[in-house]
């Protein structure tokens, strides 16, 4: 989505990375921060915000409910070692902007195709770092106003966001570091290769698909269950790394959600623990388990 303005019965397929999801009846892409003020107030409360979709299943019948795309909001300051970004900004671009500048401190986030909004709600992390490391403060809409926070409430997987659902992160303040480019660069190489050989980035997925079961990697329950490869439909969980569920080709939000209750079921079953997603429905569709 490259323009701003106002859209009706887009294919959410397009606008997430699983490319699963029906039309969504009303897209609003706000072109600025203001203007997303102003569509927020103006649809009070009763819009979604969507950023990069990396974490979303949307439900095969599509979305009735408005939906505000932040990928407009995207704007990146540097302040010495700070930076301020748009919610919309994409973790690559920003972690590579600050590469260039010598700052450290968001190389883990080089490789994750998501938003700076959703990475600071759910707390997202790799390759040992989180947001919870870097972020300082966020210019939030709190369903009246913009303002802003500095106290986030970040665990794992969590934050402030999660307790408060009215909230909307419009910006967000990170602290780097300095550092060798050079350095820099390497660190960011070397978690490409992990990825390119550890993960199935060939294959459309929300990326990691369950949380981490205290005292658990979900990834090896899921594997020591024997579920590599098990599909149902077009989903699949990945020979390459069991923590994913990805699209094998033409796989509907059903066809994942039949596949998740599965996994689940059987990790539940055979090992004890409980599985929860990390992946964030959209549309009147449920869990089921």
Not at 25 to 43: F, K, M
Request: net charge negative.
């Amino acid at each position: 989505m490259t323009a701003p303005g106002k859209r009706e019965n887009v294919p959410l397929s397009g606008l997430t990375t699983f490319r699963i999801g029906g039309p969504c009846g009303c897209l609003y892409v706000p072109a600025d921060i203001e203007r997303a003020i102003e569509l927020l107030r103006g649809l009070d409360g009763a819009a979604v915000v969507l950023g990069g979709g990396s974490n979303i299943l949307a439900a095969d019948a599509g979305v009735r409910t408005p939906l505000l795309h932040t990928a407009m909001v995207n704007h990146i300051v540097f302040d010495g070692e700070t930076v301020r970004a748009g919610c919309g900004a994409g973790l690559p671009e920003l972690s590579r902007a600050a590469a260039k500048r010598g700052l450290s401190g968001l190389e883990w986030a080089s490789g994750i195709p998501g938003s700076l909004g959703g990475a600071v709600v759910m707390n997202a992390g790799a390759y040992g770092g989180e947001m919870s490391g870097v972020v300082t403060e966020a210019l939030v809409f709190d369903g009246r106003d913009a303002v802003v926070i500095d106290k986030f409430d970040f665990s794992y997987r969590h934050s402030i966001f999660h307790d408060n659902p009215a909230y909307v992160i419009l910006e967000a303040t990170l602290r780097l570091t300095r550092d060798d480019p050079a350095e820099i660069a390497a660190r960011i190489e070397g978690f490409r290769k992990a990825r390119n050989e550890k993960q199935p980035v060939n294959l459309p997925s929300a990326g990691s698909f369950f949380k981490h079961p205290p005292g658990h990697y979900a990834a090896a329950l899921i594997d020591q269950c024997g579920l590599k490869g098990v599909s149902a439909g077009g989903a699949r969980v990945s020979e390459k790394h069991a923590g994913f569920i990805v699209n094998t080709g033409g796989a509907t939000c059903d066809d994942v959600l039949r596949l998740a209750a599965l996994v689940h079921e059987t990790v539940r079953k055979q090992t004890g623990a409980e599985l929860e997603p990390e992946v964030r429905l959209l549309g009147d569709i449920h869990w089921a388990f």
